[in-house]
T-cell receptor, first 113, second 109 residues
Framework: ETGVTQTPRHLVMGMTNKKSLKCEQHLGHNAMYWYKQSAKKPLELMFVYSLEERVENNSVPSRFSPECPNSSHLFLHLHTLQPEDSALYLCASSVVGGGGEQYFGPGTRLTVT | GDSVTQMEGPVTLSEEAFLTINCTYT??????LFWYVQYPGEGLQLLLK?????DKGSNKGFEATYRKETTSFHLEKGSVQVSDSAVYFCAPSDYKLSFGAGTTVTVRA
C-alpha cells in the first residue's frame, strides 16, 4: 500500500448504529486530519492530530469521536448519527513543520438512513 | 486565519481551450499556496504549490504564480483535455490549509 488509504470506501448505516472509519498513511508523516465534504459546501476541517495528540476540534458534535493510536493510523468512531451527517469523509496526513501540503485518502462515502 | 475566494463554477470548456480559475486569499502572514484537484469519486490530489512571492508552481500543464501584491494565485492551463474535468481547490496554508469552495470544470470533446 502506498499513500493514504481509507476503509471502508462506502458505508450505509442507520441512525442507531455504531461504526468506525479507518485511515492509514504510509508516508512517514506525523500529523493527520479528518475532513467532511458535503455537496455544495466547502471542505470542513473536523479534527487535527499532531504527533498523536489532538490539537484541533472544530466544534464537531460528540457523535463523532476520533482516535489516533499512532502516527500511521487514524479512526473516526460514529454513533447515533443524523441524516445530515451523510457526506464524504476524507483523511489527510502531513509532516509537522513541513511545507504545509497535505496528502489525502480517497474518502469514505457515508450514507445515514 | 487565512481565507480564500475562488472563482465560482461550474466552468464548461471545449477541448484545447484555455482555462483560468481565479483565486485570491487573505492572510496575516505569507502563506504557502496550493492548488488541489479532485477527480470524480476520488480524494483531493496536490496539483501544484508555491511557497513564496513570485514563485511559479507547475504540474501536468497547469501553472500558477504567487502574486503577493494582488494576493492572488490564479490557475491556468493553455490547452485542456477531457481528462482535466474535475473540481479544483485553491488553498493557502500557514499552519493548516484553508480551502475555497472549489470550482467544477467540465471539458467537452
Amino acid at each position: 500500500e502506498t499513500g493514504v488509504t481509507q476503509t471502508p470506501r462506502h458505508l450505509v448505516m442507520g441512525m442507531t448504529n455504531k461504526k468506525s472509519l479507518k485511515c492509514e498513511q504510509h508516508l512517514g508523516h506525523n500529523a493527520m486530519y479528518w475532513y467532511k465534504q458535503s455537496a455544495k459546501k466547502p471542505l470542513e476541517l473536523m479534527f487535527v492530530y499532531s504527533l498523536e495528540e489532538r490539537v484541533e476540534n472544530n466544534s464537531v458534535p460528540s457523535r463523532f469521536s476520533p482516535e489516533c493510536p499512532n502516527s500511521s493510523h487514524l479512526f473516526l468512531h460514529l454513533h447515533t448519527l443524523q441524516p445530515e451527517d451523510s457526506a464524504l469523509y476524507l483523511c489527510a496526513s502531513s509532516v509537522v513543520g513541513g511545507g504545509g501540503e497535505q496528502y489525502f485518502g480517497p474518502g469514505t462515502r457515508l450514507t445515514v438512513t | 486565519g487565512d481565507s480564500v475566494t475562488q472563482m465560482e463554477g461550474p466552468v464548461t470548456l471545449s477541448e484545447e481551450a484555455f482555462l483560468t480559475i481565479n483565486c485570491t486569499y487573505t492572510a496575516t502572514g505569507y502563506p504557502s499556496l496550493f492548488w488541489y484537484v479532485q477527480y470524480p469519486g476520488e480524494g483531493l490530489q496536490l496539483l501544484l504549490k508555491a511557497t513564496k512571492a513570485d514563485d511559479k508552481g507547475s504540474n501536468k500543464g497547469f501553472e500558477a504564480t504567487y502574486r503577493k501584491e494582488t494576493t492572488s494565485f490564479h490557475l491556468e492551463k493553455g490547452s485542456v483535455q477531457v481528462s482535466d474535468s474535475a473540481v479544483y481547490f485553491c488553498a493557502p496554508s500557514d499552519y493548516k490549509l484553508s480551502f475555497g469552495a472549489g470550482t467544477t470544470v467540465t471539458v467537452r470533446a
